[in-house]
């Protein structure tokens, strides 16, 4: 009699099938995803305690890039720096030519935190006077990675390039002279770090 009501079955079909859903004639078709419109956004429900996109009015989790402003954003500032006078010489900043990293905010439980990290490197250009004569001198100043937060220890290294007739007293002071970018690279990055925040 087992045997019976098992080939019935199997005849029949199983009578229950969870994981499979069968579209058949007259079946509802399934969903397509719709762009919302401007007019959909401003129709909605108002947002007035929420932070991100309009899909996550739960806050729950979002990650965005900012990296395309925050390059352009942290090189406009560097630039700006502007030349420092030395008590023999001066110098500026000619160029970033290396600002590479990750700027991103991110929504977590409706709370919106920003983080960043980057690698400089400054190109500059100045003139000393060593030993009463004029040197044009071109280097280079790296600044290691930093992150938000931690610019009170940011670090730099100072290397220049090949001057004739400039002793090794004289490098050393120029390469002191310039380590003095330190601080007004300092303020311009706790400048982007504000406007990153306010973003």
């Known amino acids: 009699m087992e045997g019976g009501a098992a080939e019935k079955e ?4 199983a009578s229950y099938t969870y994981w499979v859903r069968k579209i058949t004639d007259g079946a509802a078709p399934m969903p397509v995803p719709q762009k919302l419109t401007p007019e959909d956004v401003l129709s909605g429900q108002p947002r007035s305690n929420t932070v991100g996109s309009v899909w996550n009015r739960a806050g729950t989790w979002e990650e965005r890039s900012l990296n395309s402003w925050a390059t352009q954003r942290m090189k406009e500032l560097l630039m700006s720096v502007g030349s420092l006078q030395f008590s023999s010489g001066r110098a500026e900043i000619e160029d970033v030519t290396k600002c590479v990293g990750d ?21 500059v250009k100045g003139e000393w ?12 100043i790296d600044v290691p990675e930093f992150s938000v937060g931690e610019l009170d220890d940011l670090k730099m290294e100072v290397r ?9 007293q004289d490098k050393i002071r120029i390469e002191e002279d310039l380590k003095l970018f330190l601080q007004p690279v300092r303020e311009k990055l706790l400048q982007f770090e504000q406007e990153l925040k306010d973003r």
């Not at 199997?10 to 079909?13: L, N, P, S």
């Not at 700027?103 to 190109?123: C, D, H, S």
């Not at 220049?160 to 090794?168: A, G, I, K, N, T």
């Open 10 to 13: 199997q005849q029949q079909g």
């Open 103 to 123: 700027a991103f905010v991110v929504i977590v439980r409706n709370k919106k935190r920003v983080g960043y990290n980057y690698e400089l490197t400054l190109k």
């Open 129 to 140: 006077l060593v030993r009463e004569d004029k040197k044009l001198v071109n280097g280079q």
């Open 160 to 168: 220049l390039s090949e001057v004739p007739d400039l002793l090794h």
